[in-house]
């Protein structure tokens, strides 16, 4: 075997060597303090979850428009469906801060910021699927063009969030 590539083994065991440290090291440091729903994750923890999510939308849901017209009778509807199914978690301004939404891992996004990121069809898509390993529920029958047409008009009232 060459030296070069006896340096390149080296290089790629050392690597795995530090991999397996820094992951022993978490798992260490979980298991001596326990895995609390209190704690703020770490950096790298929140950017693997945020990749997941985005991963977790089929590709035409971003291309998803709002069918349902936005009206004054819509969003008086979207407003009193909000307070009944979605502020015990995300406030009534929407910004997560109730003792649910603090409380839970992940924590309950202040929608008045992802509506800046995430398209309708990204927030009817977790609206109506939820996401999986987090306190977001599906909410509604799937096969209910009514429960459907509810979704669609909280993604209006998250878009006219203060």
């Not at 326990?34 to 693997?48: H, I, M, N, T, V």
């Not at 977001?136 to 669609?152: I, L, T, V």
Request: aromatic residues 10%; charged residues 25%.
């Amino acid at each position: 075997m060459s030296v070069k590539k006896t340096i390149e083994y080296a290089l790629v065991a050392l690597v795995v060597v530090l991999i397996a440290a820094f992951a022993g090291g978490v798992a260490f440091l979980r298991w001596a303090h326990g895995f609390s729903a209190r704690d703020e994750p770490p950096g790298f923890e929140k950017l693997l979850a945020r990749r997941l999510r985005t991963l977790a939308f089929p590709g035409d849901v971003r291309r998803l428009g709002n069918p349902v017209p936005a009206s004054p009778e819509v969003m008086t509807h979207a407003r009193a469906h909000f307070a009944d199914h979605c502020a015990v978690c995300h406030g009534n301004d929407g910004r997560g801060q109730t003792e649910i939404g603090c409380n839970l891992y992940p924590r309950a996004p202040d929608m008045t910021r992802i509506r800046r990121r995430w398209s309708d069809g990204e927030l009817f898509h977790v609206i109506k699927y939820g996401v999986r390993l987090t306190g977001m529920p599906a909410w509604g029958d799937p096969n209910s063009q009514e429960d459907d047409r509810s979704s669609w008009e909280i993604v209006h009232f998250i878009r006219h969030l203060p």
